[in-house]
């Protein structure tokens, strides 16, 4: 079973930009695979001699903007639950949201190892830019740009670092 990293995140702090960085080298959307529910993208990536199963949550927006937050919240109990480690996406240029903490809340009960990714960070300050998230009690924020690709290695080496290198 490859590592599954499941991107999570209030809609707009940039989860499709990542998921499709992440997915660029291998254009297998894995849609088919059974008992895969079809609100969520799933597609394979590999970085180094790792490769992982990455979860876009993002697939189902809310219809209704009152179903914002039952939604979100929805979406991330379902993520913690197949996730290996899940990566937590927040919004360097509108910074912390109350939608931030909502999700926040949940992902401290997550058994996995929740990352927390500091997107739209290009051209910002790295500890200016993450200061204020440290608030969320999530571990060090990792300063991110999934448009620009800044930072990207090192987040998805953190989040397999529990993982093996694929064998020859
Ligand atoms: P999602 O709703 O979480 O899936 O977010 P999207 O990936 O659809 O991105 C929302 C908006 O943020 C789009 O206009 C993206 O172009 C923009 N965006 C995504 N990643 C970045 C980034 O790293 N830097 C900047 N400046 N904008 C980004
Ligand atoms: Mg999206």
Known sequence: MLPTLVLVGR????????????????????HDLPGMTRDRHYGRGRIGGKPYLVVDTGGLEPVAKEGIMAEMARQTLQAIDEADAIIFMVDARSGLTPQDKVIADRLRRASCPVLL????????????????FHELALGEPLAISGAHGDGISDLVDEALAPFPEEEE
């Not at 809609?11 to 894995?30: E, I």
């Not at 990714?117 to 204020?132: F, I, P, Y």
């Open 11 to 30: 809609p707009n702090v940039g989860k499709s930009t990542l998921f499709n960085r992440l997915t660029a080298t291998r254009d297998a959307l894995v």
């Open 117 to 132: 990714a500091v997107n739209k960070a290009e051209g910002m300050n790295r500890a200016v830019v993450t200061a204020e």
